[in-house]
C-alpha cells in the first residue's frame, strides 16, 4: 500500500505491506486523514519534543532518524478485524472514526507520532477496536475526520470552566484556534474576541462563531476589558477591596458576614475573562500575562516546542490562573463527533483543501501561508499532487 513517510524531516511517498491487525484491532480503509500542526511541528521537531516526551515517562515518541507515517486524524472504512475482536459491532464498510491510540510493540502509541504505530498517511491504518466510532447521521468524510482536532478544543473549553456570560479570548486563529472558537460557540458563550495578524485566518474566525476579530498589531484583544468590568490594574483592584469594606462598613453589622455572603453566590470574585493560548511560540504566555486583566485565567492549548520565559511576578501580583491542557478524553472524543453530526458545531470553515497522497509534501508547504490555508486534508485515494481548494 502507498504511504507517506517522514525520515530526516523529509516526506517521501513509499509503499509498505498492508497491515495485519492483532486481536482486538480493526483495519480501516483510510478516505481522509487530516493534516495538523503536531505534524508540521514534529517533522522539524521531534527530537525536542521526544526528549521531554521522556520526561513524562513516554520513551517512543518518533525520533527524526526514524521512518515514521504521520497521521492521527482519521476517517475510513473498516477492512478488516482482527482476532477476538466483534465483528456485529463495526462490520466491514462500517464508516468509523477513532481514537489515534494503538496497543502495540509492548505499549499504547499514538498513531502517526511513533515508529511503532503507523498513521493513516496512508491508504489502510490500524486501530484499536475498542476506541473505534460509527460516525452517526450520514456525516460526511471532511466533517467527520474534523472529530480529533474538534474534542482539542472541546477539552480546552471544558477545561476552562468558562460560563456563557463569560468574556472568552481567543490568541492565534490558526485550526486549534477555530476549533476552540467552534465550541465556544457551541457552549453558548456570548462574548468571543479572536485575536491573529492573519486577515484570513481573522475571517475564518468570524465564520467560526468569534464575535469580535481584532489585528493585535492594530487593537488589542484586551480593549474593552474595562467595558466588561473587568479590572485592569493593581490600585483599581485595591480601591474596589477597600471601597466595599468601607461600604459594607455603613450597614448595622459586621461587614464580613456580608462578604462570606457574597463569595457564597459569587459575587465577590472579581469579573475576568478566560483567555486561551493557541499560537504556541516563545513569549506568547509572557505576552498573555502582560497583557490581560487582573484575575484572567489562561488556558494553553498551542505547544510551544522550545524553551519559553515568564515572569512570574507579574503573574503573581495580576493573580493570573495558568492552565495548560493536552489532548482529551475518549467520552470527549465521543461527544465531539455527536455534537458535528448533530449539527451543533459547524467546523466546515477549517477545511480549505484536499490532497493527495503524492501531494502532501506540497500541502505542508501551503499550510507555511496563514493567508492561504488552515485544515488540509488528506484522501488516500486522490491521484492530485496540488492541493485543491474547497
Known sequence: MRVV???????????????????????????????????????????????????????????????????????????????????????????????????????VHVLGLSAAAPGAYAEQVLVQEALALEVPNGLGPDHAVLTEPMAVGWHAVRRSEVGKRSVAIVIGCGPVGLAVISLLKAKGVRRIIASDLSPGRRALATAC??????????????????????????????????????????LPVPWWHFWRALEVTGLATPKAPVVFECVGVPGMIDGIIAG?????????????????????????????DLRFVVGYTPLEFRDTLHMLADGEVDASPMVTGTVGLAGVERAFDALADPEVHAKILIDPKSQSEDVIAT
Open 5 to 107: 513517510t517522514c525520515h530526516e524531516a523529509e516526506l517521501a511517498l513509499a509503499e509498505r505491506p498492508a497491515p495485519t491487525p492483532a486481536p482486538g484491532q480493526l483495519v480501516l480503509d483510510v478516505e481522509r486523514c487530516g493534516i495538523c500542526g503536531s505534524d508540521l511541528h514534529a517533522r522539524r521537531h521531534c527530537d525536542e519534543l521526544a526528549d521531554v516526551m521522556v520526561e513524562t515517562g513516554y520513551e517512543d515518541f518518533m525520533r527524526s532518524e526514524q521512518e515514521v507515517v504521520f497521521g492521527h486524524e482519521l476517517y475510513g472504512r473498516v477492512a478488516g478485524h482482527g482476532a477476538k475482536t466483534p465483528r456485529k459491532r463495526l462490520p466491514e464498510g462500517t464508516p468509523v472514526v477513532a481514537l489515534p491510540l494503538v496497543r502495540q510493540a509492548g505499549g
Open 292 to 320: 490581560a486583566p487582573l484575575f484572567s485565567r489562561v488556558v494553553v492549548v498551542g505547544v510551544c516546542m522550545g524553551a519559553d520565559q515568564v515572569r512570574p511576578a507579574l503573574a503573581v501580583n495580576k493573580e493570573i
Open 209 to 250: 462563531g468569534a464575535h469580535v476579530v481584532v489585528d493585535p498589531v492594530k487593537d488589542s484583544p484586551y480593549a474593552s476589558a474595562e467595558e466588561h468590568g473587568h479590572l485592569v490594574s493593581m490600585p483599581a483592584a485595591v480601591e474596589l477591596a477597600m471601597g466595599t469594606v468601607e461600604k459594607l462598613g455603613k
